[in-house]
């Protein structure tokens, strides 16, 4: 007989829906830091933490992610979405940003490489971006990123950098 007041070993993750089983690696809570720049900015650095959750029975993954000023943790941009994987390698992803502005975007994956690839199919309620693309890649356990933008004065190119760990 167990000894009393053992508490039960804790059930292992339900697994993924099978649409989500190939982007599974995404899944949990990222944090790190990353760089800012632009043409027409100065560069900037800042911590950023994302969260990657879902639930078994959706075939869908919930996203948020949140920024800070690396030097004095105030809070920079935000955004929240979903991604949609489809078992052909496609994604769709719609995300809200905290400026206003709303992005469709649509891609690939590759679940052997670890990469997701998207370009944007739709930027609303921009006053500047013409065009978003946003590249993902898992290299030794940590998530690494590069957001490019096109804007009505500058042609795509990067503004942000980051590497991620998970926590
Ligand atoms: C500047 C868009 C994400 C921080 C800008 C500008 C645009 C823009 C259009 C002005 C560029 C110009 O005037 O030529 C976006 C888009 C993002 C994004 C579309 C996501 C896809 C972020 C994030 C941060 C950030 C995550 C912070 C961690 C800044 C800063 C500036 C800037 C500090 C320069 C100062 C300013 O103009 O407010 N961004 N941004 N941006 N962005 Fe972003």
Redesign the pocket.
Known sequence: MEGGGATAPAAPPPAPHPAVAPLAFLLGKWRGE?E?S?????P?R?G?ELLFSHHPSKPVISYT?R??KAASGEP????SGYWRPRPDGSVEVV?S?S?G?A?VQKGSFDAEKKTVTLQSEL?GN????KQ?T?AFQLVDGELSYV?Q?A?I??SLQP??KALLKKI
């Open positions: 990353g800012g632009f043409p027409t900015i100065s900037f800042y950023e992610q920024t800070w920079m941009h935000a955004e995300i940003q400026t502005l992005e930027v921009a006053s500047k971006v978003i946003r957001v933008m804007t004065t500058t503004h942000l």
